[in-house]
């Protein structure tokens, strides 16, 4: 089994209306907008975002995998 990550190399994909790339920390306030709401969060698989830091811990867990 190979240590390289299946998406290391994760392409950019773009239409009209969806631009599809790799998260970066600079989403992090994007990703708190959404993340921080609990109304939002019961359906997804983490509690709600508390704090900034909370969206960039998840940038990069979602980084390393």
């Not at 994909?13 to 939002?40: C, G, H, N, Q």
Request: glycine share 2%.
């Amino acid at each position: 089994m190979s240590d390289e990550k299946p998406l290391g190399n994760f392409p950019v994909l773009e239409t009209e209306r969806l631009w599809l790339r790799k998260l970066e920390p600079s989403d992090s306030e994007d990703i708190f907008d959404y993340a921080s709401v609990p109304e939002v969060a019961d359906f997804l698989i983490w509690n709600p975002h508390t704090k900034i830091n909370d969206s960039l811990d998840f940038i990069q867990f979602a980084q390393e995998q």
